[in-house]
């Protein structure tokens, strides 16, 4: 399956824009705006400028992949984004609900209690978000996870026989 493209969007009065989508059978999740990669797609940031194109007024600058969920079904890379005019679309006026299998544009504040409130899927997007904004981190400032060092194995307790 292929994966999965999503950013994070801010709002100048820190608040992460969100989808609000609807299942047939009524109940709601959101999920962090952007959409499927294609074989056409040279890069993981190529794909999500197309996949944002049109949904948004400015040119989208697409910053560091700062989170990958590996979900099972599909893996979702996550970048830091935002607009060149720092326009985002508003929430659907009113609340407005979305229709089955559609999606509603909605604005989520960026506090702990609220994004976790939010449930976005993957879930364990949550948890890094509402962690991240708990330890007070900008979602602009975080770092790109390809720039961390990768993990070093530590053996403990005895050393191996000779």
């Given at each position: 399956?292929?994966?999965?493209?999503?950013?994070?969007?801010t709002t100048s009065d820190r608040q992460v824009l969100t989808v609000r989508h609807r299942?047939?059978?009524?109940?709601?999740?959101?999920?962090?705006p952007g959409g499927m990669?294609?074989?056409?797609?040279?890069?993981h940031e190529d794909a999500l400028r197309r996949v944002l194109r049109g949904r948004?007024?400015?040119?989208l600058v697409v910053g560091a992949l700062v989170h990958v969920a590996r979900t099972?079904?599909?893996?979702?890379?996550?970048?830091?984004?935002?607009?060149?005019?720092?326009?985002l679309p508003e929430p659907d006026p009113d609340g407005a609900e979305p229709a089955p299998g559609a999606f509603v544009w909605d604005h989520v504040v960026y506090d702990k209690s609220a994004i976790h409130a939010a449930g976005?899927?993957?879930?364990?997007?949550?948890?890094?978000?509402?962690?991240?904004?708990?330890?007070?981190?900008?979602?602009?400032?975080?770092?790109d996870v390809r720039s961390r060092r990768p993990p070093v194995?530590?053996?403990?307790g005895r050393p191996p026989r000779a």
């Open positions: 399956m292929p994966d999965r493209v999503a950013a994070i969007l299942r047939s059978d009524g109940t709601e999740y959101r999920t962090l990669m294609r074989e056409s797609d040279p890069t948004l007024t400015g040119e099972g079904a599909q893996d979702e890379y996550v970048f830091c984004a935002w607009t060149e005019d720092g326009r976005l899927v993957p879930h364990e997007l949550t948890y890094f978000l509402a962690g991240h904004c708990h330890h007070g981190h900008d979602p602009r400032e975080l770092p194995r530590r053996r403990h």
